[in-house]
C-alpha cells in the first residue's frame, strides 16, 4: 500500500543533518520559532508522494515562494525533495536551487 502524500519542513544543522521535522500546514510563526530554538540556518522541504516524484508547478512555486521568504531572516532553503513511488527528486540536485 502506498504511503500517502505528506508536506514537511526540516530544520537542518549546518551539516544538513535534519534536527526537527514540522509539518508544512502549521503556522509560519511555528517555523521560525523552530529555526530559532535551534539556531539553524537551514530549512528543507520533504515532499512524499504515493505517484510519481518529479515536480509540478505547484511545487516549483512553493519552492521559489519558501526560499523568498526566508531571504530576509538569513535562512537559506536547502533542498526540495519530493519522494515517489518509483525513487526520489532533489531541486539541488536538478540545479534548481
Known sequence: MPQPA?????????????LH????????????NALLRWE?????IEQQR??????RW???????TLSKRLRPI????A???????KGRFSFRQAGLL
Open 79 to 85: 533542498d526540495h525533495v519530493i519522494h515517489g513511488r
Open 40 to 44: 539553524s540556518r537551514w530549512l528543507a
Open 50 to 55: 504515493p505517484d510519481s516524484p518529479l515536480p
Open 21 to 32: 521535522r514540522l509539518r508544512a500546514d502549521q503556522d509560519w510563526r511555528d517555523t521560525v
Open 6 to 18: 505528506s508536506l514537511n519542513l526540516l530544520v537542518l544543522d549546518d551539516e544538513w543533518r535534519p
Open 58 to 64: 505547484a511545487d516549483i512555486r512553493l519552492t521559489r
Open 74 to 77: 538569513e535562512i537559506a532553503l
